[in-house]
C-alpha cells in the first residue's frame, strides 16, 4: 500500500511540475518511480523525490533507467554560450567540431564545471579521474583543463571508430572495452542508448538551426545525417 501511494505521489508530481532531469526506479511489481537521487543504506534504497524521499527494499527494485524526456537546450551561437572561447580553442586544436562538444557538455552537466556524477565523473566534460589523470589533467573541475581534455577524448574516439558518431557517443559514455565486448557495437545499456539519443538531439538541432561560430580550420567532421553501422534495436536512434 505505501508503494501504491509513494508511485501515486510521483505520478502526481510529474504531471504538476516542469520536466527535470531524473532517472526512473523499476520495481519488481511493474511500477516506475521518477527520482532525482537515490543511495543504497544496506538492504534498501532511500529515494530522493520531489517532496521529500521514501524507502524500499533493495529486492523490490528491478532495474533503475535514465529518463527519457530532456529539457531542450535553447541552440545559441556558440561565442554567447558559456565557455565559448574555450570550446572554440579545443574544436580547433583537435578538428573536433565546436558544435558537438557542445552538445556532449549540454548532456554531461548542463555546462555546470563543478558537477560530479554518481560514478564519480566530473566537470563540464564528465572526466573519470583516471581518464582526467591520462591525458595530463591537474585540476579536472578547472573549465579550460576539463574542456581540452574532453575534446581530446573525443579526437581520439572519433578517429578510432572512423568519424561513427554513436559509436563515439557510447564510447565516450560507456567506455571502449564496453563498445568492444559487445563486437564494436552500440552497448545495449538504456543509458548508453538515452546518451546518444539525447547528444544527436541537440548536435542535429544546432547544425539546422545556427550556423558554427567556429573558424574555417578545417576540421573533423561528423555527418549529422549519416547513420551508424552499429546493429542497434530499430528506432534507438
Known amino acids: 500500500m505505501r508503494l501504491k501511494h509513494l508511485a501515486m505521489s510521483a505520478f502526481l508530481l510529474a504531471c504538476a511540475a516542469p520536466c527535470v532531469r531524473a532517472e526512473y526506479i523499476v520495481l519488481r511489481s511493474g511500477q516506475r518511480l521518477a527520482v532525482t ?82 560514478r564519480d565523473a566530473r566537470g563540464l566534460m564528465q572526466l573519470l579521474p583516471a581518464t582526467a589523470a ?13 574542456i581540452e581534455a574532453g575534446t581530446h577524448y573525443l579526437s581520439d574516439l572519433l578517429q578510432l571508430y572512423k568519424n561513427d558518431l554513436a559509436l563515439t557517443l557510447a564510447a565516450y559514455n560507456a567506455g571502449p572495452e564496453r563498445v568492444q565486448q559487445y563486437g564494436q557495437r552500440v552497448p545495449p545499456f538504456a543509458e548508453t542508448i538515452t546518451y546518444i539519443r539525447r547528444v544527436k538531439q541537440t548536435y542535429e538541432q544546432r547544425k539546422s538551426s545556427v550556423p558554427s561560430a567556429t573558424d574555417k580550420t578545417p576540421r573533423r567532421a561528423v555527418p549529422v545525417a549519416a547513420t551508424s553501422n552499429t546493429t542497434t534495436p530499430a528506432g534507438q536512434f
Open 134 to 146: 591520462r591525458l595530463g589533467v591537474k585540476n579536472i573541475f578547472d573549465p579550460q583543463e576539463n
Open 37 to 118: 537521487g537515490y543511495q543504497i543504506l544496506g538492504d534498501k534504497y532511500r529515494l530522493q523525490m520531489k517532496g521529500g524521499t521514501a524507502e524500499i527494499p533493495v529486492e523490490q527494485v528491478l532495474s533503475i533507467e535514465p529518463e527519457e524526456i530532456f529539457i531542450s537546450v535553447p541552440p545559441t551561437e556558440i561565442s554567447q554560450e558559456p565557455f565559448g572561447d574555450l570550446i572554440r580553442a579545443a574544436a580547433k586544436r583537435y578538428s573536433v567540431d565546436a558544435d558537438l562538444i557542445t552538445s556532449v557538455i549540454a548532456a554531461e552537466s548542463n555546462f555546470d564545471p563543478k558537477a560530479i556524477s554518481r
